[in-house]
């Protein structure tokens, strides 16, 4: 049996600090429904067994509430479990319900990014973000497999028509801005053209 020497609640985790040096975190919806004060004895392994135990519904709960924002991929929704501090082993129990329920599909996800980021972005800078999403580079690929080629053109030529101002209608500044967000050099670089041709007109 162990002693609690300190309990900071803190963006959705209480950090709960032993006399051994030891330090639980738990989710804090799971602290409320089960709180330790400082000075009481307690055992970190039947605490954590309770947090396994009851941590689904709640984990479940936060998970849902996040979904409701917007379709969100595998790997945002395991990170921001984690973030409240629940364990494997839920996170996974959660995985599965929201899998079996179709609520999450990285697939959905990926071909929903893919659309409303190519407006701005390059498929460059988009793999890159859904790799950062967690997303496979097989579903990606399958997402990008949408924006086409005359399609992501088109949007390069708006970007470098909206650029061409602010960068004195250098197609050389162009170029690089579109490389930077994403576009390939043989595509930036043709967008920067079309873009100085219709400033010249």
């Not at 002693?3 to 989710?27: C, F, H, Q, W």
């Not at 697939?107 to 390059?122: L, T």
């Not at 030529?157 to 602010?166: G, H, N, S, V």
Request: hydrophobic residues 40%; aromatic residues 4%.
């Amino acid at each position: 049996m162990d002693r609690v020497t300190e309990v900071v609640r803190r963006n959705g985790v209480a950090r709960v600090k032993m006399l051994s040096g030891e330090e639980l975190r738990i989710p804090a919806a799971l602290f409320l429904e089960r709180r330790v004060r400082a000075g009481e004895p307690l055992d970190p392994g039947e605490y954590r067994l309770f947090i396994s135990r009851r941590g689904y519904p709640h984990a479940l709960e936060t998970a849902v509430k996040f979904l409701a924002l917007r379709e969100r991929s595998e790997g945002e929704i395991r990170a921001r479990l984690r973030r409240s501090c629940y364990p494997e082993e839920v996170i996974a129990h959660v995985m599965a319900t929201l899998a079996t329920h179709d609520l999450v599909s990285d697939q959905r996800f990926a071909e929903q990014w893919v659309d409303s980021r190519a407006k701005r972005y390059g498929r460059g800078r988009i793999a890159q973000e859904l790799r950062m999403k967690g997303v496979s580079a097989q579903d990606a690929q399958a997402a990008l497999e949408m924006l086409n080629e005359e399609d992501e053109l088109r949007q390069a030529c708006t970007q470098a028509r909206k650029m061409a101002r602010r960068l004195q209608n250098d197609p050389v500044k162009i170029t690089q801005a579109l490389v930077r967000r994403g576009y390939g050099l043989a595509l930036a670089r043709k967008a920067a053209e079309q873009a100085g041709e219709l400033q010249g007109k």
